[in-house]
């Protein structure tokens, strides 16, 4: 199941390489390099590398900020902006039409290498002077409250958001309208509440399901229509709690549930956990259209392995988030059509690039950030239409190779050729920057590992005005005016005229809980990124995935859950 790289070199020598096991240098566990492995660190001119997988994710995210926002000013123009930046980083931070403007040159930050000083020492002082854009927002409009947001109109607080309009508070939402609460979706529309849905339409408090419409509490349904606390279903229409109706029985028993209220929500949910738990059967990975694929939730693959929410990858290795990449290893987060990468993260449409971060239309470059349309470059931060740059210098041809050799055999000493930047060049603390949600650790323990922490001041938070009905009937508009505290946490939040617009339409209760409280939530139903082996629970053969044996949830392999659930 281990994905071969298209390359070719000598082979000579391999085969004291050939699946060896080395020790994380962070966590002390073992892990294998294989001879595939090898080949494709051969390919890209880099050194093994000394983390493991995990390790090695885990500092790619720390240097991602999706959901902590700030209120600050425009370096350039002192226009009042919103920002992923805390105001007190050292690089100066742009209103996004400024920093993709012409009003500002990039040659005014430049470093001259010095060889008695580390590679990373010196990009570090860079990177503190290059100013920055204030979010990552491209060929939006109306969505400024959105991070990590492309070609997305009329959307509020969604983070990773692609190609969506009319949707608010979510989290790797994409190609998707009039969505609310959602995470890791794709191609849905007025759907709230799901988790890894794909192409659904009005279907809500759902998971793990596909091709579903005017549905609820469904989980791991396919092709199912006018169902409601369901799963494990294909093609049906008409089934409460898993059980067959007539047309006019079904919805007889839709009625004594609505209007929903906080209440039957809640019920619903317990009734969805509960089948899941002790009716419901688990493949070993979701996903469909794969081959060869070894992770969870891929669609659309090809000779993967180790990837989790990877769409149309091929012959590539430890995928996290990820679309379209090509002969790829240790790659998060990225937009589309990339090959020959190693360790990157927000990448599209690139070739050849190592360790790097928020890159597109590049190739042949490495240790760069915030760079696009550009070739041959080491060490750069923020360049555009650019080629041969070193620490965003401009060079010949000839000096450029010159000099970008001497600093890799430097590199190559240290160890440091082919890992990502150290942690403490992330300009964000641990429990600010994505990380935190996929790699939970408490102050000291992030501290003791080299990231930074960020503490909370004060909390003072207002008196609540309202609270919010139980119901979505008869509720007027003055709700939006309202200053409303969370039921969990207690944070202030308030109703946005959008947000009441999508509830009245689909029906539901307005939320007791802030955004942050809803997405927590949201992702303690996802499995981790984490394989295990363990029995199929029917057959008993050996499988990998991502449920952990010590769990009661009954797991099949491909063969007896296909046969189980058609």
Known sequence: MRCIPQVRFLEADLDQLINMEKTCAVSGKPFEITDEDVKFY?????????LCPSERQRRRISFRNFRSLYSRKCDATGKSIVTMYNTDQPFPVYDNDYWWGDDWNISDYTLNFDPEKSFFEQYDALAKKVPRFSTFNLLSEKSKYSNFAWLAKNCYLVFGCVRNEDCMYGHIVWDCKDCIDNLYTFRCEWCSNCVDCVDCYDVHFSTESANCNESYFLHDCRGCINCFGCTNLRNKQF????????KEEYFEKLKKVQPFSTKTLG??????????????????????????????HLYESKN????????????????YTAYEEFNCYDISFTGAHSSFCYNCQAIGNTENVISSHNINQCSDIAYCEFCYSSHDLLGCNGLRNTQYCILNKQYSKEEYFALREQIIQSMKNNNEWGAFFPSNISPFAYNEAIVQEYFPLTKEEAVSRGYKWLDEGKKDYKTATAQIPDTIENLSDGICDETLACTTCSKNYQIQKQELKIHRRINIPLPSECFDCRHVKRMELRNPRKLWERDCDKCSVKIQTSFDPKRPEKVYCEKCYLNEVH
Do not use: R
């Open 42 to 50: 051969e390919k890209m001119g880099i050194s093994l590398p000394t």
């Open 239 to 246: 089934y409460f709690m898993n059980k067959p109706y007539s």
């Open 267 to 296: 019920d619903g949910k317990k009734w969805l956990e509960k089948l899941k738990k002790e009716e419901c059967v688990f493949p070993p990975l979701f996903g469909v259209k794969n081959e060869n694929v070894h992770g969870n």
């Open 304 to 319: 993967c392995y180790q990837c989790f929410d990877a769409k149309k990858c091929e012959d590539s290795k430890y995928l």
